[in-house]
């Protein structure tokens, strides 16, 4: 379950803006995505922050920080 995970995060890496992601359950998700971001060890995926959508609470974005706003 967690390469699944995984994917969104490399998904949004290669993404000029970042994703969305569609969920019945955004926290139980962003749970899943921080688990998997901090086992996988990749620095590069730091860039990435998961902030919840304020138009629709079922989506979650992920989004590219600039490197100087990259601290989770």
Do not use: H
């Not at 969305?20 to 060890?41: G, M």
């Not at 860039?47 to 590219?64: G, H, N």
Request: charge should be negative.
């Amino acid at each position: 379950m967690n390469e699944d995970v995984l994917s969104y995060w490399y998904q949004a890496l290669a993404s000029p803006l970042g994703i969305q992601v569609v969920c019945s359950d955004p926290d139980k998700i962003r749970a899943r995505l921080y688990t998997a971001r901090k086992e996988a060890k990749d620095f590069d995926l730091a860039q990435i922050a998961v902030c919840s959508s304020p138009f629709d609470p079922t989506r979650l974005w992920l989004v590219k920080r600039s490197p100087d706003d990259a601290q989770t």
